[in-house]
């Protein structure tokens, strides 16, 4: 394994420990939009920073929210939080293993399971690796038929999640179509906090829109273009299947173990 990869799983291990809670999440379900309300809301109730860095490794930092009774939240994509070494061809072994890389941290901690249709987060995930990180620069029927990011290596993320959510007693289940129509905010926030302040979380709610989010981040590039590949917040849709060729339309169609994993989602509550 690469130096930095080694170091970063050092540092997520340590910072998995120090954790609350655990949100765990496929790319571009949501989380960072999540981290965004759920920042804002500790900020307005426990008085600390205003920031979507909840949890860190940085001890000094988290001694300071946790004496203020601030709860410490850490995310993961797990193998895809190794971004920048992903292609490491080492690193690609982990991808077959029969769990997570940080399975024995989740079973010891309350879990967030943030979760979204396979192929709309996957499409959204094609776009940010290669028009953002620069990382993949094939197109989308490329992209599914690659070894880390097509979909079988996609199906088999959400596998291992859904084998995960089985076992696992304490936890939540946030979907990203929901969330987008308000629909189990309160649940995350009394999962996190036990109380809940529906002000606070209004203000949080309304500080934090997905559209001004994107408005700011225009701003500060000075970007014109909504859909400019150049934003991080650059859709905040679903149904992005609608931009696939048809013979990719088809194929999924009739994947029968996309189907299942789909219904295995679906079912999670």
Request: net charge positive.
């Amino acid at each position: 394994m690469t130096k930095s990869f080694t170091q970063r799983k050092i540092n997520l291990e340590n910072e998995y420990v120090s954790a609350d809670f655990i949100c765990l999440s496929f790319p571009k379900c949501g989380r960072t939009w999540l981290r965004y309300v759920l920042g804002h809301y500790f900020h307005l109730a426990y008085g600390v920073n205003d920031t979507h860095r909840l949890n860190s490794t940085k001890r000094d930092k988290m001694q300071e929210r946790k004496n203020k009774g601030c709860p410490l939240v850490s995310f993961t994509h797990d193998i895809h939080s190794f971004t920048s070494e992903i292609k490491d061809p080492e690193i690609s072994n982990f991808f077959n293993q029969s769990k997570f890389v940080f399975e024995k941290n989740y079973v010891r901690k309350p879990v967030i399971f943030l979760m979204r249709d396979p192929i709309d987060a996957s499409i959204s995930f094609y776009h940010m690796m290669k028009n953002q990180n620069k990382i993949f620069n094939g197109d989308i029927e490329r992209w599914f038929d690659d070894k880390i990011f097509g979909l079988e290596s996609t199906l088999h993320w959400y596998k291992l999640c859904f084998d995960t959510y089985k076992k696992h007693k304490n936890k939540i289940v946030l979907h990203y179509e929901h969330l987008k129509q308000n629909n189990g905010w309160m649940n995350l926030v009394s999962f996190t906090c036990n109380t809940i302040n529906n002000d606070d979380l209004n203000k949080s709610l309304e500080k934090r829109n997905f559209e001004k989010i994107k408005k700011k981040e225009m701003e500060e590039k000075n970007i014109t273009d909504p859909n400019s590949n150049d934003l991080f917040f650059r859709k905040a849709g679903s149904n992005y299947q609608n931009e696939l060729p048809k013979n990719l339309q088809a194929r999924f169609d009739n994947d029968k173990q996309l189907k299942e994993i789909r219904q295995c989602v679906a079912s999670m509550v």
